[in-house]
Structure formats: C-alpha cells, structure tokens
C-alpha cells in the first residue's frame, strides 16, 4: 500500500475472506448493536419508553429490543421518570447489579434534573447516584429522540470505550458510595 | 343513580345534631353540603358511630388534615361521610390542637379509614390512637418530618438514613410557587408566583 494513510479495511481481492481490525473495535462493534436496556420505568416517560420498544418505533432496529428484567442480564440502564428519594437507592442498587460495561440513558427532565419536582421528595437528576452517558431532554421525550439518545450512546460505544476498562466513557468520574448522600458528582 | 339530595342532608345532619346535641356545633350549610363540627375531639368516634349506625352513612368518603398554621388549634381534620342509601353527603370537622396532636381512631368504623389516616400521620404529623397499624404510608420509616405542615419547607430538608434513603434541599431559587407560613391571607402566603424581580 502506498498511500500516506495506513489503511485498515477490507479488499476481498486482494485479502479474501479476511478482515483486519482490532479486538476493541470489533468488541465494541458487537456491544453497539446488542445493547440490552434494563427498563427503569419510574414514572410517565416509561409510557414512551415503551412506545419506543414496541411496534411503531421498533427499538429492535437498532439492536436493543431486548429489555431485561433482570439488572444481571442488561447493560444499558434506561432511567425514565421521576426518581424519588425513596426509589433512588433501588436504582443505585439495581445499578450495582449490572454486569461491567454498563450504560446509562437518563430519559426526559425528571430523570435529569428533577424536572418539574422541585420538591422535597424527588431526587434532582438520577445522576447525583449514578454516572450518566446520554441525557434525553423532554417531558415527556418522543420516542424518536430515546432512538437518536441510543443512537449517539452507540456512537460513543464504538468510538471510545477501551477495552476491559469499564463501562463508563469519556473518563466519566463514578460516584463512590459516600458521595451519594445528594452530592452532585463532576 | 340516584343524586345527592340536599334536602336529606339537611334533615340528617339535624338529626345528628338531635342526637348528640352537646358534642357538636351547629350546622354550616353552604351550597347544599352540610358541615358540623366536633367540638370535644375524645367524641369524635361516638358522633360517627351515631352517623354511621342510626343515620346510615355507611361509607366514608375520604378524611382529609388542614394545617391552620399560626392559629390555635393549629390542625383540623375533616371526615367526608355518605350514604349509600339515600344518597346524601355530610362533612364533620374536628379541631387538634399541636400539643397533643392525637385523634381516636375510626378504623373500627370504617376500615377505609385505615390509609387515610395513616396517609395523615405522615404527612401531617397527627396521631390516630387506637389505629391497628399506624405506620408512614408515603414517606419511608426513619424520616424525621412531615412534610404537609406549612411549617416545612417546600424545599426539603437534608437528612440520610443509610441503606434505607436519603433526602437533600431541592434548588428553589426563590422561584414560583414559595409559600411564606403565617402570612395573613391566603394571596400573602401563597402567591401563584413570586413576582420577577431583575436582577440589576
Ligand atoms: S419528564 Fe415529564 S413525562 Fe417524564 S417522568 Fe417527568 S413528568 Fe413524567
């Protein structure tokens, strides 16, 4: 090859059925399109969440219709709705449960920032017990902008996680369990 | 279905007022509903039981706790009776003042008054003596306030009970829907919005 650029592709001719990559990017490649969400349906944006699995938007075509109960068997946590102080342990819990590398989507304003509940009883953004990757803004968010926040958590699942390094992408601090007495968390 | 009859709502609510003449107060009409207030709080489960086995209000509606912050009785608590019989409503209300802060209990009655009242402990902070279980029903064990007093914030206060939950101050940033406890009328205490004040 003469060209300044190494490439790293594919020529059937030339190579045969052989393609050369790296063992991070075709991990990576494998995880992006079977992300498997564990739905944390907490209040009215679960509703869109399930638009969003069934058939009208179909999740499924980008690879992450199968929602699993069971925080062992998934690795993409959807937080949609309203988390409570008194559900907000549950979360980190169930959180703690997922199997490394994990993601989290944190779905609509309540799930963000409190959203409307500026209010004794809700936590203000599910990021302040656990790190989140993608915010989806909106109350509740169309189905259509949960796909394009999945869409870009796949991007960055592909472009940025390293190997056997965690879940967590851009460097993305995690919370200790003392920080998690209502601190924000950089 | 039949329609609530004022008229029988009136004529019951003289009849219990006959029939515990001393225990209550007299009859508030307004708009067709009938309103008697329990004057002596220790009567409170003798006037409902006369209400529910000669006057036939068989069901209990709802029970509902007004904090008159600033005044004395401080709390209010207010049952929500009607008939399935002849189809009639009657409210009975009674004062508690803040020392003692304890009702009886109408469980024995009504057992629909089980959640009501301990929805009304929790949040209000009223006990109900001779409740069967008179736990929190909305906020988890261990939380130290209750939250509906007007004496609370809207805001929350911080508090932390390991592996159970945690609580923290929610950003206000004084802005709509701060209510001020003890203002004089309802416009001073809660405005629908704090006025826009510029910052310069
Ligand atoms: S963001 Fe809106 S739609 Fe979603 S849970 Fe909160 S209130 Fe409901």
């Not at chain 1, 060209?3 to 991990?27: F, H, M, P, R």
């Not at chain 1, 992450?64 to 690795?75: I, T, W």
């Not at chain 2, 101050?169 to 629908?192: D, I, M, W």
């Amino acid at each position: 090859m003469t060209s300044s650029q190494t490439e790293v592709g594919y020529n059937t001719k030339i190579e045969g059925d052989v393609i050369v990559t790296k063992v991070d990017a075709v991990l990576n490649w494998f995880r992006k399109n079977s992300l498997w969400p564990m739905p944390m349906g907490l209040a009215c944006c679960a509703i869109e969440l399930m638009a969003a699995g069934s058939s009208r938007f179909d999740i499924a075509r980008f690879g992450a219709e199968v929602m699993r109960f069971s925080p062992r068997q998934s690795d993409l946590m959807i937080v949609a709705g309203t988390v409570t102080y008194k559900m907000a342990l549950a979360v980190r819990r169930i959180y703690d449960q997922m199997a490394e590398p994990k993601w989290v989507i944190a779905m609509g304003a309540c799930a963000s920032t409190g959203g409307m509940y500026r209010s004794y009883a809700v936590l203000q953004g599910v990021d302040r017990i656990i790190p989140v990757n993608v915010y989806v803004a909106g109350c509740p968010p169309r189905p259509e902008a949960l796909l394009d926040a999945l869409m870009k958590l796949q991007n960055n699942v592909v472009s940025k996680q390293p190997l056997f390094q965690g879940g967590i992408l851009n460097n993305h601090k995690r919370p200790q369990p003392d920080a998690m007495a209502g601190q924000r968390v950089s | 279905m039949t329609q609530p009859n004022p008229k029988t709502a009136r004529s019951l609510a003289e009849a219990l007022q006959k029939a515990c003449s001393d225990l209550v107060s007299e009859i508030v009409e307004f708009r067709g509903e009938c309103s008697l207030t329990i004057l002596d709080k220790s009567k409170v489960h003798e006037v409902c039981q006369v209400a529910r086995d000669t006057l036939h209000f068989d069901m209990l509606t709802d029970v509902s706790s007004v904090d008159h912050y600033g005044d004395d009785p401080r709390f209010e608590v207010v049952y929500e009776l009607y008939g399935m019989e002849h189809h009639a409503y009657l409210r009975l209300k009674v004062r508690v003042e803040e020392e003692s802060c304890e009702l009886p209990s109408v469980t024995s009655l009504w057992r629909t008054a089980d959640w009501h009242e301990r929805e009304i402990y929790d949040m209000m902070g009223i006990r109900f003596s001779g409740h069967p279980d008179l736990r929190r029903i909305l906020m988890w064990e261990g939380y130290p306030y209750f939250p509906l007093r007007k004496d609370f914030p809207l805001e929350g206060k911080p508090t932390d009970l390991p592996e159970t939950a945690f609580t923290d101050r929610a950003p206000l940033e004084g802005g709509p829907f701060v209510t001020t406890a003890g203002k004089q009328n309802v416009s001073q205490r809660e405005p629908r919005a704090k006025a826009f004040e510029p910052e310069d």
